[in-house]
T-cell receptor, first 115, second 108 residues
Framework: GAGVSQSPRYKVTKRGQDVALRCDPI?????LYWYRQALGQGPEFLTY????????KSGLPNDRFSAERPEGSISTLTIQRTEQRDSAMYRC?????????????FGEGSRLTVL | EDQVTQSPEALRLQEGESSSLNCSYT??????LFWYRQDPGKGPEFLFT???AGEEKEKERLKATLTKKESFLHITAPKPEDSATYLC?????????FGAGTTVTVRA
């Protein structure tokens, strides 16, 4: 596709349910990043991949959060047993660079609301 | 821990009124400083990368500069279409750490 695609764009779920957020990066981009952005704040790093390898997951808040990129392309961020504090905009970004960051291309985001 | 502080939080300008945004940072081993623009409801869009003190980059009415402790984004003769949130980010290792942004509103 022309840009980074994320789905769903909006997700409303009840506390305790699991959610999966999907990111389809720009074709050929080696690196894929997940960020979380609260209203009025800058994006907060969660985790990133080079190809299918998860390089850094230090930003994941706790063990309810996990991410995978099994074939080095599409990635899924999964949140288990959601809590109200998980409500936020989740953004995916991809980069051509395999080492370092380079220029990040962000998707439109998935807005998660936990009731 | 990397820290990025942007000021002011909000800036209201009259069309044509030039101004500057500040980004001060603390990072161990800066590999790059990035400026992004974010429109409401959209993802951040890349503007500039600066790598070393003294470096400057320009794009239309925007000019970014870098010192060892801070970066400035100068907006010259802004137009209403320059209204957006401008985010600064620093790279240490292989990830970006973002500031909270400065929201710029330019009135016609």
């Amino acid at each position: 596709g022309a840009g980074v695609s994320q789905s769903p764009r909006y997700k409303v779920t009840k506390r305790g349910q699991d959610v999966a957020l999907r990111c389809d990066p720009i074709s050929g981009h080696v690196s894929l990043y997940w960020y979380r952005q609260a209203l009025g704040q800058g994006p907060e790093f969660l985790t990133y991949f080079n190809y299918e390898a998860q390089q850094d997951k230090s930003g994941l808040p706790n063990d309810r959060f996990s991410a995978e990129r099994p074939e080095g392309s599409i990635s899924t961020l999964t949140i288990q047993r959601t809590e109200q504090r998980d409500s936020a905009m989740y953004r995916c970004a991809s980069s051509l660079a395999g080492q370092g960051v380079g220029e990040l291309f962000f998707g439109e985001g998935s807005r998660l609301t936990v009731l | 821990e990397d820290q990025v502080t942007q000021s002011p939080e909000a800036l209201r300008l009259q069309e044509g009124e030039s101004s500057s945004l500040n980004c001060s940072y603390t990072v161990s081993g800066l590999r790059g400083l990035f400026w992004y623009r974010q429109d409401p409801g959209k993802g951040p869009e890349f503007l500039f990368t600066l790598y070393s003190a003294g470096e400057e980059k320009e794009k239309e009415r925007l000019k970014a500069t870098l010192t060892k402790k801070e970066s400035f984004l100068h907006i010259t003769a802004p137009k209403p279409e320059d209204s957006a949130t401008y985010l600064c980010a620093v790279q240490a290792m292989d990830k970006l750490s973002f500031g909270a942004g400065t929201t710029v509103t330019v009135r016609a």
